[in-house]
């Protein structure tokens, strides 16, 4: 496909699927083709603020604008027939997550992929946040030296309430699974990528708000391969300081031999040397869309593995760890114990 822009058919128009629509839309080596949703008017008023076509049946939609790939933003328990169907095709598929309502169901949505022998893109977007891609970058050059410790806040303020969710995503309340299998995979995939293989986990986990089905709060302690620690602290009804606290989603410190990283929820770095005083450490981002444009960029990264072969870094196979460090960790909080991976 190199040469051209990628032709992408997205099948979804719920609240985030929004967010995907509009990077597509500004993305410079795509073509938003079409937005298909069950409900109509729902696709047709997505597809006019994108300026594409809307349809309610996805054959239609693919025979129509002949797409290239196909971005699945809908919820987990339609994944799988919908990536079966975009797979038959022989066409690259992209998939929001949580990939599925379980591991065993994830594997078969991995599975129908690589036997169709098309690629199979996880729609994980934080890891993209410009912040983690920058706390990376300084990893890389060295500046925190050997790293030992990675710990995240996490207190985004919108759970409080018999309202909790309702006006963006109401399916949230009924969630039997909710903070780890919704929200804390996501951290999973970032504390992965920061520090490396997570080789066990401790979880205590809890319901705060008695409107919502699943548990919305928990602290998970994680031992990775290389012995370093991670603490993720987390639950949904308070906030921390920031005019958004949807943007970071809360405060990160990222600790290394040679001093500690500080995200706060402005989005701002800040680095405090090992016995020198804290500055801010400045840094080029957008303050655009969802998280620091994560959305936009991780479609990039997507779009230039389809186009140029460059690595993939959120392929099927390797995202289908993520879901079996959630299961351990949901393992950990009945059994009241640490679980190795």
């Known amino acids: 496909m190199t040469g051209r822009k990628l032709r992408v058919a997205v099948v979804g128009a719920g609240f985030f699927a929004q967010f995907h629509h509009e990077a597509w839309s500004r993305l410079d080596r795509a073509d938003l083709v079409g937005v298909c949703d069950l409900d109509r008017t729902r696709a047709d008023a997505a597809a006019v603020a994108s300026g594409t076509q809307g349809f ?32 038959k095709r022989g066409l690259p598929v992209i998939c929001q997550k949580p990939l599925a309502p379980a591991l065993d169901e994830a594997r078969a949505i991995a599975a129908a992929a690589s036997t169709a022998g098309v ?16 706390a990376r970058r300084l990893i890389d050059a060295g500046q925190l030296g050997d790293l030992h410790g990675i710990t995240f806040r996490m207190r985004p303020g919108d759970g409080q309430g018999p309202d909790a969710y309702l006006d963006r995503q109401p399916y949230f309340q009924t969630m039997e699974r909710f903070l780890v299998h919704e929200t804390a995979i996501h951290f999973v995939d970032t504390f992965r990528f920061l520090m490396g293989e997570i080789a066990s986990v401790y979880a205590d986990l809890r319901r705060l708000n008695p409107a919502i089905a699943g548990e919305d709060a928990g602290t998970i302690v994680f031992r990775f391969a290389g012995g370093q620690s991670g603490v993720y602290d987390a639950n949904r009804l308070n906030d921390h300081v920031s005019d958004n606290p949807r943007r970071t989603m809360g405060e990160m410190w990222l600790e290394g031999s040679h001093g500690v990283l500080r995200l706060e929820g402005s989005g701002r770095l800040w680095w405090k040397p090992h016995g020198g005083d804290e500055a ?3 840094y080029v981002w957008e303050d655009r869309s969802f998280g620091g444009d994560c959305v936009h960029a991780t479609q990039a990264h997507i779009a230039a593995h389809l ?23 949901y393992r950990s909080a009945a059994e009241r114990r640490a679980v190795d991976l």
């Open 56 to 87: 309610d049946d996805l054959d239609a939609m693919l025979d129509a604008t002949q797409a290239d790939v196909v971005d699945i933003a809908t919820p987990p328990e339609t994944h799988l027939a919908l990536v079966a169907a975009v797979a």
């Open 307 to 329: 186009l140029d072969g460059s690595p993939l870094e959120i392929g099927a196979d390797a995202y289908l760890r993520n879901v079996e460090i959630e299961e351990a960790i």
């Open 280 to 282: 801010e450490h400045l």
């Open 119 to 134: 690629t199979l893109a996880v729609h994980e977007n934080f890891r993209f946040q410009p912040w983690f891609r920058e």
